[in-house]
């Protein structure tokens, strides 16, 4: 079992900057992909960005150059910087790890943007 407790989020204007921590416990933290998923009221669940345990990086089109995703494996926490929001960034950003057995999704805080 892996335990992702998520923190960071909150209400901003756009233009502004927020950085979101999820820390993991249980199981080892490096042996896993960790990625943060965002939710908008209405819908589906999509993909962020996500961090190998060699610290190679993934996102998706929409963040790109907006957005990094970083982990520190000693601390056992990923991180999201998220520069220059957008009032089209605001969701339930959701820390997720990911092996070739499991998937664990932590409860998710809130963003919000306002224009």
């Known amino acids: 079992q892996v335990q992702l407790v998520e923190s960071g989020g909150g209400l901003v204007q756009a233009g502004d900057s927020l950085r979101l921590s999820c820390a993991a416990s249980?199981?080892?933290?490096?042996?896993?992909?960790m990625g943060w998923y965002r939710q908008a009221p209405g819908k589906e669940r999509e993909f962020v960005a996500r961090?190998?345990?060699?610290?190679?990086?993934y996102y998706t089109d929409s963040v790109k150059g907006r957005f990094t995703i970083s982990r520190d494996n000693a601390k056992n926490t990923v991180y999201l910087q998220m520069n220059s929001l957008k009032p089209v960034d605001t969701a339930i950003y959701v820390c997720?790890?990911?092996?070739?057995?499991?998937?664990?999704w932590g409860q998710g805080t809130q963003v919000t943007v306002s224009s």
């Open positions: 249980g199981r080892t933290f490096s042996n896993y992909v």
């Open positions: 997720n790890a990911a092996s070739s057995s499991y998937m664990y």
């Open positions: 961090v190998t345990w060699s610290g190679n990086t």
